[in-house]
């Protein structure tokens, strides 16, 4: 569902001027969205959406043409490629990635703007990463290993 709404976003700022999330919203809500401001405002930085003067003179949304759209990918290959095992305790992860990819496995992570998860410290093979509480550590585990299994 999120890769199709932010493929429709992508298509709706392509073909309009959006001027306002507002804008956004309202256009995905005719297509049949049923989302929120927050969610839109989430999936823009997801996006990496910034706002350009248009032909009309007037700011509008755009892709950073200049940004890497393959980020994503390449940080799920890291994730792949890096981590052995992940277990927790309380609101600790601990992630055991291969020699040497702690510090590239927790950047990732911190940079892949995972819902609860506050942040990573890295040492050489191991990462104790934070979490908002403890009930969030069933879901982020389950997520990072699907991010790890989509690359």
């Not at 956004?24 to 997801?46: H, N, P, V």
């Not at 277990?87 to 510090?103: E, Q």
């Not at 942040?119 to 991010?147: E, H, P, S, W, Y």
Request: with cysteine.
């Amino acid at each position: 569902m999120k890769e199709k709404r932010q493929n429709r976003i992508r298509e709706i700022i392509e073909s309009k001027d959006i001027e306002t999330q507002d804008e956004l919203l309202e256009e995905l809500k005719k297509e049949g969205f049923k989302i929120t401001q927050a969610t839109i405002s989430r999936d823009m930085r997801e996006m990496k959406l910034t706002k350009v003067l248009g032909d009309s003179g007037k700011q509008k949304y755009a892709m950073l043409r200049n940004f890497d759209t393959d980020v994503e990918q390449k940080y799920k290959k890291v994730l792949s490629a890096g981590i052995i095992s992940i277990d927790h305790s309380d609101n600790l992860i601990v992630i055991r990635t291969v020699s040497g990819m702690a510090m590239a496995v927790a950047a990732a992570l911190d940079n892949m703007d995972i819902p609860g998860l506050m942040g990573c410290i890295a040492g050489d093979d191991t990462i104790f990463a934070a979490v908002r509480n403890k009930d969030f550590c069933k879901q982020i585990i389950d997520g990072i290993g699907k991010l790890a299994q989509d690359e």
